[in-house]
């Protein structure tokens, strides 16, 4: 794992605002959103524990109604935090650790870390069929290893994928 990109994941996930910042600026997170009453836009305002625990909530100016920021994301209805997502995701994409690791390390339970997993390699392969890509391009070959497609005679052995 890159040292400097350690860094950076720690610098974006050292408070809720630069994480929820990230996500602003990559959209991951929607930065903008109108009510759906009245169709006027909403804006970002401070709210109690209360209405979000993320202390921000989207108000229409016109109508008063308020979103969760959250609305129409992967984190709609989830507990964990913009930093500890964010970690959980980047700890994730590191092959060589284990859920056991990623749980001790962000302060989770390894079942946290498996149903995350889960939710996203499913997310992943929505978009992927959603939005298919052709491998290579015109004077690129693509080899594909046909050692990862196998049939596991009576679902003993390796899984191969």
Request: with cysteine; glycine share 6%; charged share 20%.
């Amino acid at each position: 794992m890159s040292h400097s990109l350690h860094n950076a994941i720690q610098r974006i996930t050292d408070s809720d605002e630069n994480a929820r910042d990230f996500f602003f600026q990559r959209g991951i997170q929607k930065s903008s959103m109108s009510c759906p009453g009245c169709c006027s836009d909403m804006n970002l305002v401070p709210c109690s524990s209360k209405k979000s625990s993320d202390l921000l909530i989207w108000r229409c100016s016109c109508c008063s109604r308020y979103r969760n920021i959250r609305t129409d994301s992967i984190l709609f209805g989830q507990k964990l935090t913009f930093p500890l997502f964010l970690q959980l995701v980047f700890y994730l994409s590191v092959k060589s650790l284990v859920k056991v690791a990623i749980s001790q390390h962000i302060g989770v339970s390894e079942n946290t870390v498996s149903d995350w997993k889960t939710l996203i390699h499913t997310r992943v392969a929505d978009f992927l069929v959603s939005y298919p890509s052709p491998l290579g391009r015109p004077g690129v070959v693509v080899e594909m290893d046909e050692a990862k497609f196998g049939k596991r005679k009576y679902n003993k052995g390796a899984y191969l994928g």
